[in-house]
């Protein structure tokens, strides 16, 4: 079946503008992680979903950060008031319960902040 | 100190070479252990998992040594097509969750 998707596959705005970055997981995937990627950089976890159980966010930088996901389908990723830092690929993975570890990656959003 | 760590290279190796990469880790709970590959500008994407008893693929041989928290990745016969960034990650329990820590990688280039 269909990979995971992400959307837009590029992004640019101004600083302080609020950005809305799109996720669609394999069928099925009952995990979904966003991580952010600078360039030349490792990959940083910012957000887990599982489930129906509660979001573990303990790696989103900062309250501009937040995201949401209903039931086991989409997650959106939105930055508000963007700073030129927060320029990165920013990457979504999903996992299926019995599987766990192994995660299929989407494509990743580069967002640019001007 | 970073919970994963790896030596970024860049290893610059002709093909046919034999490469190995080491990646240690800093908490005693983590569980369970892997290698992704990074193409450049590409997402990355699962390699192998890493078991205790050692495990094999090909080319490529994953150890892992729970005592000393060290993980490897040994590429026999390295190809062109070898090229590209290494990624330990690390999975630990986190709540009723596991949390995955990637390492910042370790960047391969194989020359002709």
């Known amino acids: 079946g269909a990979g995971v998707s992400q959307s837009p596959s590029n992004k640019v705005t101004e600083k302080g503008k609020d950005v809305e970055l799109r996720c669609d997981p394999i069928s099925g995937h009952t995990a979904l992680y966003w991580y952010r990627q600078r360039l030349g950089q490792g990959l940083e976890f910012l957000i887990y979903?599982?489930?129906?159980?509660?979001?573990?966010k303990s790696g989103l930088p900062s309250d501009r950060f937040s995201a949401e996901r209903t039931g086991e389908s989409v997650s959106t990723l939105t930055i508000q008031r963007t700073q030129q830092e927060d320029s990165a690929v920013y990457l979504c993975?999903?996992?299926?319960?019995?599987?766990?570890?192994?995660?299929?990656f989407g494509p990743g959003t580069r967002l640019l902040v001007l | 100190r970073k919970e994963v760590e790896q030596d970024p290279g860049p290893f610059n190796v002709p093909e046919g070479a034999t490469v190995a990469f080491n990646c240690t880790y800093s908490n005693s709970a983590s569980q369970s252990f892997f290698w992704y590959r990074q193409d450049c500008r590409k997402e990355p994407k699962l390699l192998m998992s890493?078991?205790?008893s050692g495990n094999e693929d090909g080319r490529f041989t994953a150890q892992l040594n729970r005592a000393s928290q060290y993980i490897s990745l040994l590429i026999r016969d390295s190809k062109l097509s070898d090229s590209a960034t290494y990624l330990c990650?690390?999975?630990?329990?986190?709540?009723?969750?596991?949390?995955?820590?990637f390492g910042s990688g370790t960047q391969l280039t194989v020359l002709p």
């Open positions: 979903f599982q489930g129906n159980s509660a979001p573990d």
């Open positions: 993975a999903s996992s299926s319960a019995s599987g766990g570890e192994t995660q299929y």
């Open positions: 890493v078991y205790s």
């Open positions: 990650v690390v999975t630990r329990p986190s709540g009723s969750a596991r949390q995955l820590t």
